[in-house]
């Protein structure tokens, strides 16, 4: 069964409401630019993260570091990492300069190629290859998507897992029309998303429930989204 989806449609959550508006305007607010001459149905737009135009703009900052023996750099205090693409900005860090990964808690943001991430705390691979982030919102920006859960997962180069979360075109602060799920895949490179245990709602009022529901999520040419990588973050400036 494919479940398609109008200009109209939302896809949204059954996840406790207060926590998943709190969640969700994060990332999605944040972002939003509001267009009222825009001949989308949304009037508006998420905005991107202007690349730098330095090729040698890799850097890492902290109001505090310290580096121990076994090679763990532990940042604190309004930490940022930034490349040309994407940007990262935590409360605290650490980082394994041997297993090159990051450990961040704290007002966690994401920002890179077509995807902003929040959240409380995440885990990740500075190549990009695994990558973890819990109480997280999101925003897919190609596909004018976003959403909360209680945890999202980089399962693939090009998909993601959301964990008790939702889904949703609507542009922030309107759920009109909603799916919740107790999992999200989405693959950018197939265009296809598949809910699992999913039920979709229309004003607050459930409509369907179903325990697999297939949609798009966007058109296949597009680029996707680009996972936060930093390489070597040891290679970044700040970073000895």
Excluded at 73 to 91: E, F
Excluded at 158 to 167: H, M
Aim: net charge negative; with cysteine; hydrophobic share 35%.
């Amino acid at each position: 069964m494919l479940f398609t989806l109008s200009r109209l449609a939302c896809l949204c959550a059954l996840l406790p409401l207060q926590t998943v508006v709190a969640l969700e305007q994060t990332a999605a607010e944040s972002s939003w630019v509001t267009n009222p001459e825009s001949d989308d149905f949304c009037a508006g737009s998420y905005q991107s993260l202007k690349p730098s135009n330095d090729s040698n703009s890799a850097y890492i900052e902290a109001d505090r570091s310290e580096f121990s023996f076994n090679e763990i750099a532990t940042l604190q205090g309004n930490v940022v990492l930034r490349n040309q693409q994407q940007q990262v900005r935590a409360d605290s860090a650490t980082y394994d300069i041997q297993k090159q990964i990051l450990n961040l808690k704290g007002n966690l943001s994401v920002q890179g190629s077509g995807l902003i991430l929040t959240g409380d705390s995440a885990v990740l691979s500075t190549d990009a290859t695994t990558g973890i982030i819990e109480s997280a919102s999101y925003v897919l920006q190609e596909q004018g998507a976003r959403g909360a859960a209680e945890r999202i997962e980089r399962t693939g180069e090009t998909s993601i897992r959301l964990e008790q979360g939702f889904y949703t075109h609507c542009p922030p602060g309107d759920n009109s029309w909603q799916v919740a799920a107790k999992s999200i895949e989405i693959n950018h490179e197939k265009g296809m998303g598949v809910a699992r245990n999913a039920t979709v709602k229309v004003k607050d009022i459930p409509i369907l429930v179903i325990p697999y529901l297939p949609f798009p999520v966007g058109d296949t040419r597009r680029s996707g989204v680009l996972w936060p990588s930093f390489g070597s973050a040891s290679d970044a400036s700040g970073i000895d």
